[in-house]
């Protein structure tokens, strides 16, 4: 459930009708989470609520946004609500793994906060498996967007311009009859699941992918990042678009500590 | 994977949680694992002026909760206790593992028996030096060492430095955690690194700095009695470390 962080501001902070939201899923690499921390980072939002389930690993830690020693004491849970007014944007910021067999009830208590808070379309990060890409998409972009029924009424045209590339079915049993073609996100948690949910509950829903492996994501996030904002225009986008966007201070020590000087 | 929370109330009979009146509290504190649990036995806790209130019984793949009341550190169990001269201070000492799907259900059957107007809480816990993101090798830090996290009404001094990013919590103690930031309820957690596995003094003494806080100040028993203690657990646990003698 959404618990606004300011109690007494009313619901001035929680009135998120006509806004964009954006939801990351937690895929393979983590990029629509990566992304996600991008587009908080970059834009500067302020975190608005905390959205407590039961369905996420807790985890807590100081700000991942800080800039400076003022602000680098704020708390940060695992699941987090973020907005810009001025941009129509709010953001749910997800930090952990599902818990066991509780996918479901996520999806279904973040579609009807969906519908409850009135935004106007969601637009889903994630990413998908690399290795699973057929001959025909391991060539050109790695990129590719869904849109549900609802939403393709409203920038299927947009997609088309852009030149965008719309997520292959595949054959629902593959080497014996190709004539029946499904979605397949393998390796994209809940984006199957959130996507389907949502064409059948008419919510204005897009999903932008990537084709990943595991391994440092960062340049993966990026390419995201840049891929939505193809679309939205959140940031100016110039000829070097990758240092526009602020890495937040969490992104530090990915990979590990600094070496004992002794190993040498 | 249920968790069932019993507590004894005045009247002395066993009952469930929830249906009756909440308990009014103005002090929680929570010690999680074995060290923060001996912390609390040598410094805080005594039969004189501590009463049991509560237990929490359950099972998962790492742990069983114990039956008995009178328990070691070392034992897995999860007890409340209550200050005999001032009912609202409750302390509990949580020695065994909460899986995570276990930790909400926890959050949702201990605090849901608490009034939570005026309610401070404060976390103990444990967690190895070698999770401890910094920029040089953990090699060369000085562990055992105290690191703390608030939430946002938490006003008060805190007795050592706050975790920096990256470095982030899991488990029950960032349930408790995310559940007072969320809630609005004034909270710290302090978290101790430490390189050793096993119950050990050296671990226990570095919560010593909580004993200057204003919430841990009156709470104190007497220095020698902690001594004591602290001996007893030494012994107590080295009887099952003589395979290499």
Known sequence: MFV??????????????????????????????????????????????????DCLVPMVGNNPYATAEENSVELSINAEVYS??????????????????????????????????????????????????????????????????DLEKAVGGLMQELNWKEMEKVAAYPGINDTEKVLHIPGGGITKLLFTESCSKGIQMAVLLKFCSEGDNIPDAFALVNYLNEWLQLIKSEVNTSSQWKTPSSWRLLFGNGLPPALF | REIDVLWTLKSGASTESSADEPLGCSTFIVAIGHHAAAF????????????????????????????????LPTDSFCLFYRLISDPTVLLCQCSCYVAEDQQFQWLEKVFGCMRKEGLQVTILSTCPVADYKTQESTLTLPS????????????????????????????????????????QIPAVLYQCY????????????????????????????????????????????????????
């Open chain 1, 4 to 53: 606004p962080c300011d109690r007494g501001g009313g619901s001035a902070s929680s009135d998120f009708k006509g806004f964009t939201l954006l939801v990351p899923a937690v895929s393979v690499g983590n990029v629509g989470q990566l992304a996600t921390d991008l587009v908080i980072s970059t834009l500067d939002m302020t975190k608005v609520g905390y959205f407590y389930t």
């Open chain 2, 194 to 245: 430490t390189d050793v596995i096993k119950l050990d003094t050296v671990t226990i003494e570095a919560f010593k700095p909580l004993l200057s806080s204003k919430i841990l100040k009156s709470l104190v028993k007497d220095a020698s009695e902690s001594t004591k203690i602290l001996k007893k657990l030494l012994t107590t646990n080295e009887t099952h470390s003589n395979i290499y003698i």
């Open chain 1, 84 to 149: 810009l007014p001025s941009k129509k944007l709010v953001a749910l910021q997800i930090r952990s793994p599902f818990i066991k067999n509780k996918y479901r009830p996520f999806c279904q208590t973040l579609l009807s906060w969906v519908k409850s808070s009135k935004c106007a379309r969601v637009i889903l990060l994630s990413s998908s498996h690399a290795y699973q890409r057929d001959d025909e998409q391991l060539l050109g972009t790695p990129l590719r967007y869904l849109l549900t029924p």
């Open chain 2, 144 to 183: 055992p060492f105290l690191k703390a996290l608030k939430t946002k009404e938490f006003k008060e001094q805190v007795c050592c430095p706050l975790l920096e990013q990256p470095n982030i919590v899991r488990d029950l103690p960032a349930a408790v955690l995310s559940y007072c930031q969320v809630w």
């Open chain 2, 40 to 71: 609390l036995s040598s410094f805080i806790l005594d039969s004189v002026c501590w009463e049991v209130v509560g237990v929490v019984k359950l099972w998962n793949e790492w742990c069983r909760t114990s039956n008995t009341t009178n328990v």
